[in-house]
Structure formats: structure tokens, C-alpha cells
């Protein structure tokens, strides 16, 4: 007898060529058909042991996908459109070599901070994680994550403030 997850992984292998190609109909992009596939199994997971195998789960996916689709067309993001002028004060450098190197330099100062400092940075600043999400994930307390990120911040600062008089 084949257990329900192992039945799940090879539906997902199965359908999830032909998903895909109805995911991009639907919303006519390649990326976001990826993620609308990739939420939609997420939800197909969680109902698997309801879902009559039996019968054709592969609509039962179909129709997942399709809503899945739909949903995140009525997002509001979704509804901006890009605008052809530029404003004139300018927040970026032109140059995109600069944006890497930017970033280049912040990974690099991350490998200066102590392991839990930049567990915190991470969850917090790149994950997004509030206070409470990351002390839940570290196993410690709010006050913890709010120290360990202060320091980690400072740490960042100087690091970073040391290499720009470097140059």
C-alpha cells in the first residue's frame, strides 16, 4: 500500500507539466504561472486526504490552479502599471554594477556578525519576520531578538562604514 504523501509526490510529478501550461494560460506569464502552481499545490497538500483520488484529482488541481491564478491577478501589485517617465530625483545609481557591489559588500559584512546577530538580521530585515516570528523560530526571547539585532545593525554600520574609508 503506497501512503498518501508518497500518492501526493507522484500526482505533483505527474501534473505538474500540464498545471503549469494551464496556470501560464491563464495568467500569461512564465514566473508567475511558477508561483501560482507552487501556491496552488501547497493548498492541494493540505486537502490531499479529502480529495477522491479515485475520481480525477487532476480537475480537482485544474480548478485549484485556475482560482489560484485568479486570486493573485486581484492583487492589488499586480494592478500597477509600470510608468515610462522616470522621476527626476533619482533614489538609485543608473549604473547596475553598483547595485551589486552594494550588495556584494552587505553579504560580505554579514560574515562578520557573530551567528545569532545575523540569524536575527536575516529573519528580521530579509525575511521580514516581526520580533515575535523570529524569537519564535531562535527558540528565545523578544528581548533577545531586539538585542542580538541592535548589535548586529551596529556591527553592519561599522563594517561597512570602515570599508567605504577604505576606498
Not at 499586480?78 to 517617465?85: C, F
Not at 533619482?90 to 553579504?107: K, N
Not at 562578520?112 to 516581526?130: F, I
Request: charged share 30%; net charge neutral.
Amino acid at each position: 500500500m503506497v501512503n498518501r504523501d508518497q500518492e501526493y509526490v507522484e500526482f505533483v510529478a505527474a501534473a505538474s507539466g500540464a498545471l503549469r501550461r494551464t496556470a501560464y494560460l491563464v495568467c500569461g506569464d512564465w514566473h508567475r504561472a511558477d508561483d501560482v502552481v507552487q501556491d496552488a499545490l501547497c493548498k492541494l497538500y493540505r486537502s490531499w486526504a479529502k480529495i477522491d483520488r479515485d475520481g480525477n484529482p487532476l480537475a480537482y488541481a485544474r480548478r485549484t490552479v485556475v482560482n489560484a491564478a485568479l486570486d493573485s491577478g486581484r492583487r492589488p501589485w499586480r494592478r500597477e502599471v509600470p510608468t515610462v517617465d522616470l522621476p527626476t530625483d533619482q533614489l538609485w545609481d543608473a549604473d547596475p554594477a553598483t547595485g551589486h557591489a552594494e550588495r556584494d559588500e552587505v553579504l560580505a559584512a554579514l560574515t562578520r556578525l557573530a551567528p545569532r546577530q545575523r540569524a536575527c538580521v536575516v529573519l528580521r530585515y530579509y525575511e521580514d519576520l516581526s520580533i515575535e516570528q523570529t524569537a519564535q523560530i531562535l527558540g528565545c526571547s523578544e528581548g533577545t531578538v531586539k538585542s542580538q539585532t541592535a548589535r548586529g545593525l551596529e556591527t553592519l554600520r561599522n563594517v561597512i562604514d570602515r570599508a567605504a574609508r577604505l576606498v
